[in-house]
Each structure stands twice: as structure tokens, then as C-alpha cells.
């Protein structure tokens, strides 16, 4: 309503949109789960009908099965829908999912949602996670008769021992996960059986792989075996 001196005049309703979309992480490393989600509010004083889309980053995965409230996801759009008939004036909706980054070189990832609501369109705010990356630099020492580690080459005898050294550090500013180190074992060679071999590895066809579930930004994981 606006009045001027005598006069009253009103204006033509406004309609109000409400809505809130969030992510989990500021920031995450490759690898890592994102949690997305959007708050609606239908202000509209009326049923609404209403479609939401989310078309997403390119360098996010879909957890298959993560849409609440029966989104659907389509995987040749990379897109999940979300329809509600006859949403009542103030009912609240949330719709949320997860992806997970996907090795990259992006800097960041993105997303946004549409909202339909009857024939009126809605772009909601952006949200943006940095992606944190991880370096991986590997160093291999040996030792023979338990001597001191060197990384020059060493000459060996008949009957001599030799342990490997190998250290994986991780210089990035992310968590690496799932890391696997493979160590090819020479013919000629036979893995002792005072070897101690730590950490989940398997030890077949002449290689020794170890199974590392993830490792930190400016953490190094050591590993080793004695032929």
C-alpha cells in the first residue's frame, strides 16, 4: 500500500520465493563425499506445483541412491529431478544428495538447483567447494645385513640380506585415498621369511602391493620387506 496525501493506492502482490541451498564442505579432497541439499517454502499462497533440477558438476560422481523424496537420477543428463503435485501454501520441502569428487584438476566444483513452481522458474545460489589435491612423492632406500639405508646401488653377495625401504608421502594440500604401492620383486630374489611385512598387503606373482585406505596432507607412510 502507498499512500500519498489523501490518496491510497495498492500494489500488485508480491511473491515471495524461499529458498536455501547449502553444501557440507567448504572445502574437500579428491575422493571425498559432498552433501547437498535445498529448503523450500511455498510462499506463493496457493498449491503449487513444483519441479526441482540439479544438473551437476562435471567433476562429481552420484552416490546411486542418495536423492531423498524420490528424486530421479538421469545419467546421460547428469541430472536429478524431483516433481511434487499440489505442494500446500507453507509446506516445506528439502531435497538433498550426495556426490563424490572425482579425480580432477579442477579447482573447485559448483552447483546449482532450478526450481519450478507452476510456470514461474528460479535459480537458486550457487555453492562452491574448493577441491583440495594430493602429490604423492615415493622414496626407496635398501639395506643390506641390516645395515644402514642408502639409495645408491649396492653390491651384494650370495647368502646376503636386503631390505627395501619405500616411503609414500603425501606433499599435497589434500588426502589421497585408496592408495595402492606395488613392489616387483627380481627373479633371483626370495622373500625371507623373518620379512616383516606391515600393513594390509598382498604378497603374489612375484610383487608385494600394499592396500593403504588413505593418507593425509604432509603424512608419509613407510613401508618395507626383507629379501
Given at each position: 500500500?502507498?499512500?500519498?496525501?489523501?490518496?491510497?493506492?495498492?500494489?500488485?502482490?508480491?511473491?515471495?520465493?524461499?529458498?536455501?541451498?547449502?553444501?557440507?564442505?567448504?572445502?574437500?579432497?579428491?575422493?571425498?563425499?559432498?552433501?547437498?541439499?535445498?529448503?523450500?517454502?511455498?510462499?506463493?499462497?496457493?498449491?503449487?506445483?513444483?519441479?526441482?533440477?540439479?544438473?551437476?558438476?562435471?567433476?562429481?560422481?552420484?552416490?546411486?541412491?542418495?536423492?531423498?523424496?524420490?528424486?530421479?537420477?538421469?545419467?546421460?543428463?547428469?541430472?536429478?529431478?524431483?516433481?511434487?503435485?499440489?505442494?500446500?501454501?507453507?509446506?516445506?520441502?528439502?531435497?538433498?544428495?550426495?556426490?563424490?569428487?572425482?579425480?580432477?584438476?579442477?579447482?573447485?566444483?559448483?552447483?546449482?538447483?532450478i526450481v519450478i513452481e507452476n510456470d514461474d522458474e528460479i535459480t537458486t545460489n550457487t555453492v562452491v567447494t574448493e577441491v583440495l589435491t594430493p602429490e604423492l612423492t615415493i622414496t626407496k632406500t635398501q639395506a643390506i645385513n641390516g645395515g644402514e639405508a642408502v639409495t645408491e646401488?649396492?653390491?651384494?653377495?650370495?647368502?646376503?640380506?636386503?631390505?627395501?625401504?619405500?616411503?609414500?608421502?603425501?606433499?599435497?594440500?589434500?588426502?589421497?585415498?585408496?592408495?595402492?604401492?606395488?613392489?616387483?620383486?627380481?627373479?633371483?630374489?626370495?622373500?625371507?621369511?623373518?620379512?616383516?611385512?606391515?600393513?594390509?598387503?598382498?604378497?603374489?606373482?612375484?610383487?608385494?602391493?600394499?592396500?593403504?585406505?588413505?593418507?593425509?596432507?604432509?603424512?608419509?607412510?613407510?613401508?618395507?620387506?626383507?629379501?
Amino acid at each position: 500500500v502507498v499512500v500519498d496525501g489523501d490518496n491510497e493506492y495498492t500494489t500488485n502482490e508480491t511473491v515471495v520465493y524461499t529458498y536455501e541451498k547449502k553444501v557440507n564442505k567448504e572445502a574437500a579432497s579428491v575422493g571425498e563425499a559432498l552433501e547437498y541439499s535445498l529448503g523450500y517454502i511455498n510462499n506463493t499462497g496457493d498449491t503449487a506445483n513444483v519441479v526441482i533440477t540439479d544438473t551437476l558438476d562435471e567433476n562429481v560422481i552420484y552416490i546411486e541412491g542418495s536423492a531423498n523424496n524420490e528424486g530421479v537420477y538421469d545419467e546421460d543428463t547428469h541430472t536429478i529431478t524431483w516433481t511434487f503435485n499440489d505442494v500446500e501454501p507453507n509446506a516445506e520441502i528439502e531435497v538433498a544428495f550426495t556426490v563424490q569428487i572425482k579425480l580432477t584438476d579442477a579447482e573447485t566444483v559448483e552447483n546449482t538447483m532450478i526450481v519450478i513452481e507452476n510456470d514461474d522458474e528460479i535459480t537458486t545460489n550457487t555453492v562452491v567447494t574448493e577441491v583440495l589435491t594430493p602429490e604423492l612423492t615415493i622414496t626407496k632406500t635398501q639395506a643390506i645385513n641390516g645395515g644402514e639405508a642408502v639409495t645408491e646401488m649396492c653390491e651384494v653377495n650370495p647368502g646376503d640380506t636386503v631390505t627395501y625401504y619405500i616411503s609414500v608421502e603425501n606433499i599435497g594440500d589434500g588426502t589421497a585415498y585408496n592408495v595402492e604401492i606395488t613392489d616387483i620383486v627380481p627373479d633371483g630374489l626370495v622373500i625371507s621369511e623373518e620379512s616383516d611385512i606391515a600393513g594390509n598387503y598382498i604378497c603374489e606373482d612375484g610383487a608385494i602391493t600394499w592396500y593403504i585406505d588413505s593418507i593425509d596432507s604432509n603424512v608419509a607412510i613407510n613401508v618395507s620387506f626383507t629379501v
